[in-house]
């Protein structure tokens, strides 16, 4: 499926042709000949978010000089034709459109996001993806993710060979079907045997486990020996950062047989984390808010339901004193600004997500990130999701994150003010934010995508860091000619202390 972005016109290609720093427009010298990587940038397009590619336009510096194609035609025909001549590995559909600028004639081809990935040419080496606004050539780790997205919804609805339900654990099964007879759900199952039970909720098919099945229920050896690189990492760490902690950690969940024995020893570390106050009702009862459990109960749901569980990454929880982190490996499958605070039911897991709702962990189909937007009205901290080709994260600030920011600078010498001001920024600082602000202190011209690919992070996460980092980095001067400024003596080395 290919979604084509609306026709360029000549005034929005014009604009276009004053600013540089666009990830969906690139801009190639061509007279007579389609440009060596173009084919390149082909890829890239087709990888990431789609984009135009325009012949007859040289870049110079931070300038593009309009110089036009000599047989627009003859380049036209050339490009289309070497795409369905099978140089790539898949059909790549364009459009194409031609642009008269002060006589001079421009060649535009549009180039759209393909939902299988990757699009390479050659050989799955030659993969490239759009970061800033430059092509760049995707590392081995994006390339298997790419190709373990093609079987997104798929690969844990399939059947295991030779395996049956004597690989579950049944302590794990019958804790589950309890917790699930305590619900109004699947009432017409509650008395008949596991093996007919595990048919009717696809734990099994035609006698052999589902990946699903083994993952949620499976003994120890089976799943392991069919899934090696399944893990759910818990940790608590008693500090805002891994650097500030003192020890690495304070807890840390043992390995579980299987996500079941897993997510009931996450959930019960849940309810200490989080504000429960308790309501008098008018009838003198008490009733207890666990609306704050609700949301990390859903965003461990999410994590587990949206975990590419045969990627090596492990899917981890970090506690911090500050904000809990869902780290896990396999992107969401729409852009984060398209599911947070929306309604979308769109899964890698399918039957591991039906598990869930069944007994209540989860929401409705749909509804779970919508959930997870409740947390800003719910604390005043407003959730943090992130999403590149291999990881997503999903971040909870805590209240005490809040009340820290909130807390008022105490009055007294300016100088002495500032100077401790300096000290807190740095102790505050995370480790991420602190090499964004060095590589600013040596570089004041350099631009956010170069920001990005120094230290392995999408420009959008850069972005969000330099939002919190406005007290203390600033942006001087036109967006082609302007410098960053750190305020005052507010710069640390990254380690500081």
């Known amino acids: ?16 042709l004053r600013d540089i720093e666009w990830d969906d427009f690139e801009v190639k010298s061509a007279k007579s000949e389609l440009p060596k990587n173009i084919w390149d940038t082909v890829s890239a397009f087709s990888n990431t978010s789609g984009g135009w590619i325009v012949l007859g ?4 510096g931070r300038t593009f ?130 093996a007919t039970f595990c048919e009717e909720v696809n734990i099994t098919s035609n006698g052999l486990l589902t990946y699903a099945g083994l993952l949620m229920f499976g003994k120890a050896p089976y799943v392991l020996r069919y899934v090696p690189t399944f893990c759910i990492d818990y940790i608590e760490i008693p500090a805002p950062t ?18 079941w024995e897993a997510v009931q020893i996450i959930l019960r570390r849940f309810h200490t984390l989080v504000d429960a106050p308790i309501h008098i009702r008018n009838n003198g009862f008490a009733t207890t808010d666990n609306s704050q459990y609700n949301v990390l109960r859903e965003a461990l749901a999410n994590m587990v339901m949206h975990c590419d569980h045969f990627d090596s990454l492990r899917s981890c929880i970090r506690v911090y004193t500050d904000h809990i982190e869902f780290m896990n490996g396999g992107a969401f499958p729409l852009p984060v600004n398209a599911i947070l605070g929306k309604i979308y039911s769109k899964l890698r897991n399918p ?9 209540g962990i989860a929401e409705n189909a749909g509804y779970g990130m919508k959930k997870l937007a409740s947390w800003e009205q719910l604390t005043g901290a407003k959730p943090i999701v992130e999403s590149d080709r291999t990881i997503a994260t999903v ?26 001001d300096a000290k807190n ?10 090499q964004i602000i060095a590589l600013i202190s040596g570089n004041p011209l350099i631009t956010r995508a170069e920001i990005a690919s120094a230290i392995g992070f999408s420009v959008k996460t850069i972005e969000r860091e330099l939002s919190i980092l406005s007290e203390i980095v600033s942006y001087v001067g036109s967006k082609k000619g302007g410098h960053w400024e750190i305020q005052g003596q507010r710069i640390f080395p990254v380690g500081a202390r």
Do not use: C
């Open 242 to 259: 891994i650097q500030q902690a003192e020890v690495r950690y304070t807890y840390r969940i043992p390995e579980q047989q299987n996500i």
């Open 351 to 359: 039957t591991i997500a039906k598990l869930f709702r069944y007994v």
């Open 395 to 420: 971040t909870l600030p805590l209240k005490s994150a809040i009340q820290n920011l909130a807390m008022p600078n105490n009055v007294g010498d300016a100088k002495n003010d500032a100077k401790n």
């Open 425 to 434: 920024d740095a102790k505050n600082l995370t480790e991420r934010q602190q």
């Open 57 to 60: 336009v040289r870049q110079n």
């Open 65 to 194: 000089e309009i110089q036009g194609v000599d047989n627009a035609e003859k380049l036209e025909q050339d490009f289309h034709g070497t795409l369905r001549s099978g140089k790539f590995n898949q059909t790549v559909i364009t459009r194409s459109k031609r642009y008269d600028i002060d006589g001079l004639k421009l060649l535009a081809f549009y180039i759209p996001e393909v939902d299988l990935k990757p699009v390479y040419f050659g050989n799955p080496t030659n993969t490239f993806i759009r970061m800033g606004s430059g092509d760049q050539r995707a590392t081995e780790g994006e390339i298997r993710a790419m190709f373990r997205n093609q079987s997104f919804g798929k690969k844990t609805e399939e059947t295991i060979p030779d395996s049956g339900i004597e690989m579950l654990n049944s302590d794990s099964l019958h804790n589950y079907r309890f917790a699930l007879g305590s619900t109004n759900n699947l009432i017409e199952l509650q008395n008949v045997d596991d």
């Open 1 to 16: 499926m290919y979604n084509f972005a609306s026709v360029m016109t000549k005034e929005e290609l014009v604009a276009r």
